[in-house]
């Protein structure tokens, strides 16, 4: 009964399987253009969004009016359509970022592109457009804002029609699903269960009993199937009538055999007996001496083997230890120049920005003064021309003014920095106004995170020191807060308090993160142990850390952590103070 259920569900599951397949392509095509076509839709709102507050955004970017930036960008995000929004200045700084977003750079666009319509990517899709301000009759690109909508938002548009859809292939699936079922049971699965009722009442030794008879049948396939077993029985019949005589035959002859054999077996053992034994013991003997000799052999070539190894294995072991030294060395040294490099590459974008709009001024300045200087030389000047000079010269002048002071001040702090981080050079320091200033070049790496350093340390602690080795273990403390500490877009908080007690600095630092578990803590100042290595985490900051601590300041340093509580480090630095009353 078992095999002809499976055969009729056979059947079945293939023809409803071809038939869902169909189904299922279809439903899919009809569900991907509803998608399409309303993620197009949503598209076009984002840009009609768009062209709506575009003058507004423009004055506002131009006038460095974060405020109204952020007013626009919480207004937009309230709109349905719009599930993220990035707002970015001429720089390519992010000013206002908001809810669902992709990174902008990694769309490679030019300076030259004004807008774009973003492919969906990880469920988003969205419209990128350059932000223009008229100024002085000139055009001035002075940002651009990205607008994003998600693959949820379409389908909430789309529930509907999809409902409809699916409704409709699971009622006809359905359908044919029963119909399916009833002209299987009717045609195949009736008909065999009275073939197999029949088959079951098989008798061997009344075969004439056992024979199937199917009435009322119409298919011709279930007729054949009658007249081969029938045909069967009628085979069986004869072959019984055969065996039996060959049975008898075969009965006759295992007789003689036996006899035969009985003789026989009597005069081989008579004639082995005394042979066999003798044998028997000199096999004995040359095996007891075959394995002394074998278990000989093993131990001289086992001993052999264990000796070469050893001299191999501790020839690697010493090599090993000397190639890993030499690595270990190299790669402390070459954190310490990469974590300068960092500190560069997040300078020379804080730099460049200033400078960049102090370029932009001083052209459009001159482009003033050549129209100027043409309407002069035609006489053309008018009093209204000199104003308007005077008005552009004004706000040229104050854009030049505060931002090559910016660059002026972001300079001498990091010069100095950089100066003592490639130097092991001992001065005399203010260790409040020195902090600040490797806080200050750390600044780059805090931009577009939620993070905020802060320092408490009095103004009057003057040291004599190795100011570059302070630095690289504030810039590693720091940096290592950053990679490991914080998941994505999470609010964090590090403080760093120095204080003096007689001879000794102490320095207490902790961040809020995650935290670091009791075996975490066991290995936090072993050399390549990180948490985040998929993140650029080296293994290479707490170690250096703790050797400057250790080896170059001849300090202590402890930590105290928890999962969920943050880490938190305390260091003491004995070192020489300058009292303020002897300067």
Same mark, same amino acid.
């Given at each position: 009964?078992?095999?002809?259920?499976?055969?009729?569900?056979?059947?079945?599951?293939?023809?409803?399987?071809?038939?869902?397949?169909?189904?299922?392509?279809?439903?899919?095509?009809?569900?991907?253009?509803?998608?399409?076509?309303?993620?197009?839709?949503?598209?076009?709102?984002?840009?009609?969004?768009?062209?709506?507050?575009?003058?507004?955004?423009?004055?506002?970017?131009?006038?460095?009016?974060?405020?109204?930036?952020?007013?626009?960008?919480?207004?937009?995000?309230?709109?349905?359509?719009?599930?993220?929004?990035?707002?970015?200045?001429?720089?390519?700084?992010?000013?206002?970022?908001?809810?669902?977003?992709?990174?902008?750079?990694?769309?490679?666009?030019?300076?030259?592109?004004?807008?774009?319509?973003?492919?969906?990517?990880?469920?988003?899709?969205?419209?990128?457009?350059?932000?223009?301000?008229?100024?002085?009759?000139?055009?001035?690109?002075?940002?651009?804002?990205?607008?994003?909508?998600?693959?949820?938002?379409?389908?909430?548009?789309?529930?509907?029609?999809?409902?409809?859809?699916?409704?409709?292939?699971?009622?006809k699936s359905t359908f044919l699903i029963v119909l399916?079922?009833?002209?299987?049971?009717?045609?195949?699965?009736?008909?065999?269960?009275?073939?197999?009722?029949?088959?079951?009442?098989?008798?061997?030794?009344?075969?004439?009993?056992?024979?199937?008879?199917?009435?009322?049948?119409?298919?011709?396939?279930?007729?054949?199937?009658?007249?081969?077993?029938?045909?069967?029985? @009628?085979? &069986? #019949?004869?072959? $019984?009538?055969? =065996?039996? %005589?060959?049975?008898? +035959?075969?009965?006759?002859?295992?007789?003689? !055999?036996?006899?035969?054999?009985?003789?026989?077996?009597?005069?081989?053992?008579?004639?082995?007996?005394?042979?066999?034994?003798?044998?028997?013991?000199?096999?004995?003997?040359? @095996?007891? &001496? #075959?394995?002394? $000799?074998?278990? =000989?052999? %093993?131990?001289?070539? +086992?001993?052999?083997?264990?000796?070469?190894? !050893?001299?191999?294995?501790?020839?690697?072991?010493?090599?090993?230890?000397?190639?890993?030294?030499?690595?270990?060395?190299?790669?402390?040294?070459?954190?310490?120049?990469?974590?300068?490099?960092?500190?560069?590459?997040?300078?020379?974008?804080?730099?460049?920005?200033?400078?960049?709009?102090?370029?932009?001024?001083?052209?459009?300045?001159?482009?003033?003064?050549?129209?100027?200087?043409?309407?002069?030389?035609?006489?053309?000047?008018?009093?209204?021309?000199?104003?308007?000079?005077?008005?552009?010269?004004?706000?040229?002048?104050?854009?030049?003014?505060?931002?090559?002071?910016?660059?002026?001040?972001?300079?001498?702090?990091?010069?100095?920095?950089?100066?003592?981080?490639?130097?092991?050079?001992?001065?005399?320091?203010?260790?409040?106004?020195?902090?600040?200033?490797?806080?200050?070049?750390?600044?780059?790496?805090?931009?577009?995170?939620?993070?905020?350093?802060?320092?408490?340390?009095?103004?009057?602690?003057?040291?004599?020191?190795?100011?570059?080795?302070?630095?690289?273990?504030?810039?590693?403390?720091?940096?290592?807060?950053?990679?490991?500490?914080?998941?994505?877009?999470?609010?964090?908080?590090?403080?760093?308090?120095?204080?003096?007690?007689?001879?000794?600095?102490?320095?207490?630092?902790?961040?809020?993160?995650?935290?670091?578990?009791?075996?975490?803590?066991?290995?936090?100042?072993?050399?390549?142990?990180?948490?985040?290595?998929?993140?650029?985490?080296?293994?290479?900051?707490?170690?250096?850390?703790?050797?400057?601590?250790?080896?170059?300041?001849?300090?202590?340093?402890?930590?105290?952590?928890?999962?969920?509580?943050?880490?938190?480090y305390h260091i003491e630095l004995p070192m020489q103070?300058?009292?303020?009353?002897?300067?």
């Amino acid at each position: 009964m078992s095999s002809t259920t499976n055969i009729s569900k056979s059947l079945l599951t293939n023809v409803l399987s071809v038939y869902f397949v169909l189904t299922l392509i279809v439903t899919c095509v009809q569900v991907m253009g509803e998608y399409f076509d309303t993620k197009s839709q949503l598209v076009q709102e984002l840009q009609n969004q768009q062209s709506t507050f575009s003058n507004s955004l423009a004055r506002s970017l131009w006038e460095y009016n974060n405020r109204q930036i952020e007013a626009i960008a919480e207004g937009l995000i309230n709109i349905p359509a719009i599930a993220g929004i990035v707002i970015r200045d001429e720089a390519g700084d992010t000013i206002v970022k908001l809810g669902l977003t992709e990174s902008i750079n990694a769309l490679n666009l030019t300076s030259d592109v004004e807008d774009f319509v973003i492919q969906e990517r990880n469920g988003l899709f969205g419209y990128y457009s350059s932000i223009i301000f008229e100024f002085a009759g000139d055009s001035n690109r002075v940002g651009d804002v990205t607008l994003f909508s998600t693959r949820d938002i379409a389908l909430d548009r789309i529930k509907f029609s999809l409902y409809f859809i699916f409704g409709n292939a699971i009622i006809k699936s359905t359908f044919l699903i029963v119909l399916f079922t009833l002209a299987f049971s009717r045609m195949l699965n009736r008909p065999m269960n009275i073939l197999t009722q029949q088959i079951r009442n098989f008798r061997l030794d009344d075969l004439e009993h056992s024979r199937i008879n199917l009435k009322n049948n119409r298919h011709t396939e279930f007729n054949m199937v009658e007249q081969a077993y029938n045909q069967l029985l @009628d085979n &069986l #019949e004869d072959y $019984q009538e055969d =065996l039996k %005589r060959t049975q008898q +035959q075969l009965l006759h002859a295992n007789q003689q !055999l036996d006899e035969q054999n009985a003789v026989l077996e009597q005069e081989v053992a008579r004639k082995t007996s005394s042979l066999s034994q003798v044998l028997t013991d000199l096999e004995r003997r040359k @095996d007891e &001496l #075959e394995r002394r $000799q074998g278990k =000989l052999e %093993r131990e001289i070539r +086992q001993r052999k083997i264990i000796e070469d190894d !050893l001299r191999e294995t501790n020839s690697q072991l010493q090599s090993s230890v000397t190639a890993f030294e030499r690595v270990q060395d190299q790669l402390i040294e070459a954190e310490k120049l990469a974590s300068l490099g960092r500190l560069v590459a997040g300078i020379t974008h804080d730099v460049n920005t200033p400078l960049g709009i102090g370029i932009t001024a001083t052209s459009l300045l001159r482009d003033k003064l050549d129209n100027m200087q043409q309407a002069l030389e035609n006489k053309q000047l008018t009093e209204a021309q000199m104003r308007e000079l005077l008005d552009a010269s004004l706000q040229s002048v104050e854009l030049l003014e505060s931002n090559l002071g910016r660059a002026s001040d972001l300079l001498d702090g990091f010069k100095q920095v950089a100066v003592d981080q490639t130097s092991d050079a001992v001065r005399e320091i203010n260790l409040q106004h020195y902090i600040q200033n490797v806080l200050q070049a750390l600044q780059p790496r805090f931009k577009n995170t939620n993070h905020k350093i802060s320092l408490d340390c009095p103004d009057t602690i003057i040291a004599r020191c190795n100011a570059g080795a302070l630095a690289q273990i504030i810039t590693n403390l720091v940096l290592n807060s950053l990679i490991h500490a914080f998941e994505d877009d999470q609010h964090g908080r590090l403080e760093l308090t120095v204080r003096r007690q007689g001879g000794v600095l102490h320095i207490d630092y902790k961040d809020d993160g995650k935290g670091l578990t009791e075996a975490q803590q066991e290995t936090l100042f072993d050399p390549f142990f990180t948490t985040r290595r998929e993140r650029g985490g080296s293994g290479l900051g707490t170690h250096i850390v703790h050797n400057l601590v250790e080896q170059t300041f001849n300090g202590t340093i402890t930590v105290q952590s928890a999962p969920g509580e943050g880490l938190s480090y305390h260091i003491e630095l004995p070192m020489q103070f300058i009292d303020s009353e002897s300067n």
